[in-house]
């Protein structure tokens, strides 16, 4: 089992830059893939980008493609969200969830099994 937790959401102009962390508890956080997730008020939630375990594999919604940027030290039981050029529909509480894989791939969004409670991120204009 793993406990995740975010932290790095705040304030930004648009066009600003934020980064986001994902910090796991737990021995074995290097057997756990890594998804961000976001979910604006009113709207369902929404897959933002996913890591694999060692970090070879990665995946990112085409509408942060060129934008945001995933990443993970396993080291320090942390995975990051580098998030550039903030639009203000990027606006939402992000939360990070990890799965236990047993190979390095990214799981389909819909096989997290593990939530942390979510940063507030808010651009504006």
């Known amino acids: 089992q793993v406990q995740l937790v975010e932290s790095g959401g705040g304030l930004v102009q648009s066009g600003g830059s934020l980064r986001l962390s994902c910090a796991a508890s737990?021995?074995?956080?290097?057997?756990?893939?890594v998804g961000w997730f976001r979910q604006a008020p009113g709207k369902e939630r929404e897959f933002v980008a996913a890591?694999?375990?060692?970090?070879?594999?990665?995946d990112l919604v085409d509408s942060v493609k060129g934008r945001f940027t995933i990443s993970r030290d396993n080291a320090k039981n942390t995975v990051f969200l580098q998030m550039n050029n903030l639009k203000l529909e990027d606006t939402a509480v992000y939360l990070c969830?990890?799965?236990?894989?047993?190979?390095?791939?990214?799981?389909?969004?819909?096989?997290?099994?593990?939530w942390g409670q979510g940063t507030q991120v808010t651009v504006s204009s």
């Open positions: 969830a990890a799965r236990f894989s047993f190979s390095d791939y990214v799981p389909h969004p819909n096989d997290y099994a593990y």
């Open positions: 890591i694999s375990r060692s970090g070879g594999e990665k």
């Open positions: 737990g021995r074995t956080f290097s057997t756990y893939a």
